[in-house]
């Protein structure tokens, strides 16, 4: 059903109600005579008692929100304050809004690395880094900020290795087979293994990686050196006796004694 012709029928039915509602001048008959609930007009167009009163609260708007007959809500209802904002492009709906700020232009000149103690450049590494930050526009305080994280980092990493790496020298020092008081001569077998078999670039990728500390690493020297039985002196004082004669440690890693 038509919600305006509900509306509309309403306000009918609600003005027949107040103007011949007694029946004096409109000719209604009694309350409730005609027997009509649908609140329809009798013969003297008045609606019947009955109907007149359910017709009238049936078409009474909700209190305090006024419907007006054509189904639009007037503009009295309206949210108070709504009115207050002004809506999106008009003057001042934009008031309030910061606008960005043109970010300044960072070239490679502003990057100036500091590195901690000890360390030292690299060239290369720092131009890609810069072109990093540029490519990425990384302020040069948050670009020296992963600088010095990164070196921690690393420091963390290089004292773990070293740590390591003296454990395993210990451990090889005091192994039961070869270390001890025979720990010098053993090594000097091992030794002439290296050099034997080995050559310059196996003793120093042992010195880079710190096999030459590794307990099963030299066990293996001293187990080839011993293999190889009495050093030779057909050589004149090259590497059979340099074997001998130099400890592993001392041929991987010079000064230390």
């Known amino acids: 059903m038509n919600l305006k012709w509900m509306l509309l029928q309403g306000v009918r039915n609600a003005e027949g109600a107040a103007g011949g509602g007694s029946g004096s001048d409109g ?13 329809a007009p009798s013969d003297g167009g008045a609606p019947a008692a009955g109907g ?6 049936g ?17 009295a209802n309206a949210q108070e304050g709504d009115g207050d904002k002004p809506k999106e492009g008009e003057e001042g709906a934009d008031k309030d809004v910061k606008k960005d700020e043109p970010e300044p232009e960072l070239k490679a000149e502003d990057y100036k690395f500091v590195l901690p103690d000890g360390a030292e450049p690299d060239p290369a590494q720092a131009q890609e880094f810069t072109q990093f930050c540029l490519d990425h526009k990384v302020p040069p305080e948050q670009a020296q900020a992963m600088v010095d994280f990164h070196a921690q980092i690393l420091g963390k990493q290089v004292k ?14 005091n192994d039961p087979e070869y270390g001890g008081a025979e720990y010098e001569q053993n090594m ?3 030794n002439r293994a290296l050099l034997e078999f080995g050559g310059p670039k196996l003793g120093e990728a042992a010195r880079q990686y710190g096999w030459g500390n590794h307990p099963e690493f030299v066990r293996f020297m001293v187990n080839v050196g ?7 002196t057909e050589k004149g004082g090259g590497q059979g006796n340099m074997g001998t004669s130099i400890p592993l440690h001392q041929a991987l890693y010079p000064g230390m004694k």
């Open 188 to 190: 000097g077998i091992a």
């Open 52 to 57: 007149s009163a359910g017709s009238a609260e």
């Open 226 to 232: 011993k293999a190889l039985g009495a050093p030779s």
């Open 59 to 75: 078409a009474k708007p909700a209190e305090g929100f006024a419907v007006a007959v054509d189904g639009t809500v007037p503009a």
């Open 160 to 173: 773990a290795w070293t740590d390591q790496v003296s454990a395993w020298g210990e451990e090889t020092r």
């Open 27 to 39: 000719g209604a008959p009694a309350g409730g005579a005609a027997g009509n609930d649908s609140g």
